[in-house]
């Protein structure tokens, strides 16, 4: 199709040329290709290629460098993006004619392409990078706060597959805008030996087959480099953004004990053994008179409860009436009105309590393998670290272990964040209805899991349905509706 359109193009130029009958006007097509077929074997034309291309690859990658790191540091302090801000809108409004004079005052001919070619990515650069850190999704940040999960981490696994497609159109779009500025501020400021002599000659003296031919070329050497640039990015986005099958730091599995569907028979007792939880103690909880409202609607009244290490409470309540509410509060991810949320000695909620939990909606990095995704919390060669395939077998992933959460199924995605939570050794464990989804077997080996891990922590979960509560062997506590709002009450 593409090269279709190029052809009847080519046409309606060779046609054009025939009406015009003046080559000095629009030379034909087919001159322009023996002169282009002239000018290739020469190494002289080679050379001014090198140079051009030397220079405006030099002036990209500054550009694309500075325009990243500018990006990254205003995405992280208003300040920086406040001071950037008149600077960015001048490199995007100077026209390059100008820039061209001011890089000739400043440096050597040669190297002005450089300059000229840095001041017009770099925006472009600077502008999409920052749409790209700015679209953040606000729940997997939580979540990796909530868990802890390293800078790095966080960068390479949540942050980068959002960023990556901004960078990509920025740099690709970038590449093609250099050779455009790049060239033109060679055709001004004629350095000798660049392919925007080789243009200025043309003009000089009135050789427009020429000009045509060296324009041809810069065209296909712009091409390429696009072509380059968008092959260069296709190949580093997975390891770049963490992709599965591209983590091997987070994705060893213990080569003793291959994935198999064999192995999700493994028994829950043998997770017991290896629990990453069994010596994590935790410190008694206690609210006491919680009260939460949104926006003047009240959700929370006066709710009180205490739960001890090793106990497991089951919150049941209608949908809707605050159960993921009084977890977040738990969580310290949001702050009640009033009332006081004791752990062992710590009172309220700065910093994060050390709590681990299932959110009702996954939260997992899409691109990431399972095993990455239940890893991403853990320190390598920890107890935990390594139960971690072995966990994911006996919630019955051992065929997924390194399938992209993206292409699990809403069960599997959903026992995937449970085997997050269970691994991570915080003391608090909340399960916000972790067993939507799930079949009844697979229902009640995960319950067997939870149960299995639950000695030493503090186990909460949020459910509609009283088998889970029974199946956990869990403390029942009804939120009530009351007149102003909900309060707790017991089975
Ligand atoms: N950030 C918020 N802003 C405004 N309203 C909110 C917010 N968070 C929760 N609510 C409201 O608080 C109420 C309780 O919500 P919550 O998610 O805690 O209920 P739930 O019991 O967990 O429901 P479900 O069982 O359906 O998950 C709902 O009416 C919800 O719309």
């Not at 250099?178 to 033109?184: I, P, Q, S």
Request: include cysteine; glycine fraction near 8%; aromatic fraction near 4%.
């Amino acid at each position: 199709m593409a090269a279709g359109a190029v052809l009847f193009w080519i046409i309606v130029w060779q046609l054009g040329s025939m009406a015009l009958g003046s080559p000095l006007l629009l030379p034909s097509p087919v001159a322009v290709l023996l002169r282009l077929g002239e000018l290739l074997p020469q190494a002289v034309f080679w050379e001014r290629i090198g140079f051009s291309l030397a220079r405006i690859a030099g002036g990209f990658a500054l550009g694309a460098l500075l325009g990243t790191l500018g990006a990254l540091a205003a995405a992280r302090w208003r300040v920086v993006e406040g001071l950037i801000a008149p600077l960015i809108s001048l490199a995007k409004s100077v026209p390059v004619a100008s820039i061209t004079v001011l890089a000739l005052i400043w440096l050597r001919a040669a190297n002005l392409a450089v300059l000229v070619v840095l001041l017009v990515v770099l925006p472009i650069v600077y502008e999409n990078t920052l749409a790209g850190l700015r679209a953040t999704d606000r729940s997997l940040d939580e979540m990796a706060a909530l868990f802890r999960i390293p800078a790095p981490r966080r960068l390479r696994y949540l942050v980068m597959p959002r960023l990556f497609p901004y960078l990509s159109a920025a740099l690709g779009a970038g590449m093609g805008m250099a050779w455009k500025a790049g060239v033109a501020a060679e055709v001004i400021g004629i350095p000798n030996g660049s392919l925007g002599e080789a243009i200025y000659d043309a003009k000089v003296y009135f050789d427009t087959t020429e000009l045509f031919a060296v324009t041809l070329a810069v065209v296909a050497v712009s091409a390429a480099s696009t072509a380059l640039v968008r092959a260069a990015l296709h190949a580093v986005e997975p390891i770049a953004c963490g992709a599965a099958g591209h983590a091997p730091a987070l994705e060893r599995v213990d080569a003793g004990a291959p994935a198999s569907a064999d192995d999700a028979q493994a028994s829950p007792q043998t997770a017991a053994a290896t629990s990453p939880a069994a010596g994590t103690a935790a410190a008694p909880l206690a609210l006491d008179g919680i009260e939460k409202s949104f926006a003047g609607h009240r959700v929370l009244r006066d709710v009180s409860l205490a739960a001890r290490p090793g106990e497991a409470l089951c919150l049941m309540a209608p949908s809707g009436a605050g159960k993921t509410t009084l977890m977040r509060i738990v969580a310290g991810l949001e702050h009640a009105d009033a009332g006081s949320l004791v752990m062992g000695d710590a009172c309220d909620r700065e910093p994060l309590p050390a709590v681990s939990m299932a959110f009702q909606d996954d939260r997992l990095a899409d691109q990431a393998s399972a095993l990455a995704n239940a890893r991403l919390p853990l320190t390598p060669g920890t107890a935990a670290w390594d139960a971690a395939p072995e966990l994911l077998r006996e919630l019955g992933l051992g065929e997924r272990l390194l399938s992209p959460a993206s292409t699990c199924s809403g069960g599997e995605r959903r026992r995937i964040a449970l085997a997050r939570a269970l691994l991570a050794p915080h003391g608090i464990l909340l399960l916000d209805e972790p067993f939507t989804g799930l079949d009844a077997t697979a229902r009640e080996r995960a319950a067997m899991l939870v149960r299995s891990r639950e000695r030493n922590r503090i186990v909460i979960i949020a459910t509609h349905d009283r088998v889970d509560a029974e199946l956990l062997g869990a403390r029942v506590i009804h939120l009530v509706a009351g007149e102003r709002g909900l309060s707790c009450q017991p089975d």
